[in-house]
């Protein structure tokens, strides 16, 4: 059973930066990739960034790219958001997940991820 905790989250203006952090226990990366999510409010959750299963490239969705980089310490078993340049669209709830490296699909399609952990709020004014 994969557990998730996020923290790290808060408010920040636009163009400031945040880094978030996700404690995984029961971690095994040849057995689940992790990656993160975020939900604005009154919309969709949405993928934010993962890593291939493999050669664990990141990947990351466009609205974020070049502003945010994952990154993980397999050794503490944690993986990190870093947030920069951040924006108010990028306001949201953002939860880490894992899925299953060997499930067939979109890469950050929220279907595809079993094990999430409960959130942590991050707000942009503008």
């Known amino acids: 059973q994969v557990q998730l905790v996020e923290s790290g989250g808060g408010s920040v203006q636009a163009g400031g930066s945040l880094r978030l952090s996700c404690a995984v226990s029961k971690y095994t990366s040849s057995s689940n990739c992790l990656g993160w999510f975020r939900r604005p409010p009154g919309k969709e959750r949405e993928g934010v960034a993962t890593f291939f299963s493999g050669d664990s490239r990141p990947y990351y969705a466009d609205s974020v790219k070049g502003r945010f980089t994952i990154s993980r310490d397999n050794a503490e078993s944690t993986v990190y958001l870093q947030m920069n340049s951040l924006k108010p669209e990028d306001t949201a709830i953002y939860y880490c997940?894992?899925?299953?490296?060997?499930?067939?699909?979109?890469?950050?399609?929220?279907?595809?991820?079993?094990?999430w952990g409960r959130g942590t709020q991050v707000t942009v004014s503008s």
């Open positions: 997940a894992a899925r299953s490296c060997g499930a067939s699909g979109y890469i950050l399609h929220p279907n595809l991820y079993n094990y």
